[in-house]
């Protein structure tokens, strides 16, 4: 399609309800507004690819979190690349490529050019910017290095290892001259880890012996552990954490969908008491609030170990911003393979 508005109507997926556990389509409705128009100092932006990402979940729910919730009846919230249909605004024009945050999950949004980063002209692939060179790249790179530090000959351990954000952490790990092992949903995904992406072991956490084998694979410990999983990951890690140990927690997947705390007893008195016994450091961190100001360091530093082939990374397009809802709750039971992206409209 021309950068041209090709019909008069905005499509939106609005939240429609507050999920009660495991999120829906019903969750979400598809509606058709105006096209907005530009006032002085906006530009108006045409998406073309919208991430998905398992933060989204916790913005449809209304407790208490470090982001205010979406609002009932409100577009829902996402990053997503543009193309500039028309501008208002100075440093961009129309035909450009832009990273943003304030169009979320529809076909036509405005911007005031906050948290909106142009990509130029020509990006050789602007889906990037929404994985490895965006958000999880991000999240991979500063947590991993900066609260993880990682050293030479420790052992590094991720979970969803071939997500943007685990498949990157191994994947610096290795870079870093450390043992890398990985745990991913069935056996393609393990292989895929370490045949494609060099991790040294992946395990699969569907498998009865989980435990047994988590251990098998690190003989000397786990020196870092990037926690973004939690539930069953966590306890197989937590007996295997080496003195000194630290663990960057970007999130807690196995849990974004739970209504009532997990069955069996209760695990904060062991948690607690591995933290003191072990000194471990455990942190957790908001990207964007904790790291912003050191998005030029990431970026030059990941574009270059990708250009020159020694990060890989791997996509999986959806086709159709209707497709949105079902992929998304999709992803959050492990079905995607890759950084999840939505390809809303055509290139250009």
């Known amino acids: 399609m021309s950068l041209n508005q090709s019909n008069n109507h905005n499509r939106r997926l609005v939240l429609a309800s507050r999920p009660r556990g495991a999120p829906s389509a019903d969750n979400f409705r598809l509606e058709q507004a105006d096209i907005p128009k530009p006032a002085e100092g906006q530009v108006l932006l045409r998406t073309v690819f919208l991430s998905l990402a398992p ?37 961009f024009a129309a035909g450009d490529w832009v990273l943003s945050y304030s169009c979320g999950w529809q076909d036509y949004g405005l911007s005031d050019g906050t948290m909106l980063v142009n990509l130029g002209k020509n990006p050789a692939q602007p889906s990037l910017a929404l994985g490895l060179l965006g958000m999880p790249g991000f999240t991979a790179y500063m947590g991993l290095l900066d609260i993880g530090a990682p050293k030479e000959a420790e052992t590094v351990v991720v979970a969803a290892a071939t997500g943007p954000v685990g498949a990157t952490v191994g994947q610096i790990g290795k870079l870093k001259g450390c043992r890398a092992v990985g745990v991913a949903g069935g056996p393609e995904k393990c292989r895929f880890a370490v045949e494609e992406l060099g991790f040294d072991a992946c395990i699969d956490h569907y498998a009865a012996d989980f435990d047994k084998q988590l251990a098998a694979a690190c003989p000397d410990g786990i020196d870092v552990y990037y926690e973004n999983v939690g539930g069953k990951v966590l306890d197989g890690v937590l007996p295997l954490l080496n003195t000194n140990a ?103």
């Open 55 to 91: 933060y989204m979940r916790g913005r449809m729910s209304d407790a208490p979190s470090y982001a205010e919730p979406v609002a009932i009846d409100d577009v829902m919230v996402g990053g997503t690349v543009n193309r500039v249909v028309e501008s208002r605004l100075d440093g």
């Open 246 to 348: 630290r663990v960057p927690v970007c999130g807690l997947i196995a849990q974004y969908n739970a209504t009532k705390l997990p069955e069996g007893p209760d695990r904060l008195g062991l948690l607690m008491g591995t933290i003191l016994t072990k000194r471990l450091k455990v942190q957790g961190f908001i990207i964007f609030d904790d790291y912003g100001h050191r998005y030029d360091e990431f970026y030059q530093q990941m574009s270059e170990w990708y250009a020159a082939g020694k990060i890989k990374y791997r996509e999986q397009v959806v086709d159709g911003l209707e497709q949105a809802p079902e992929a998304f709750a999709g992803m959050l039971e492990g079905k995607n393979f890759g950084k999840l992206v939505v390809r809303v409209g055509a290139n250009g």
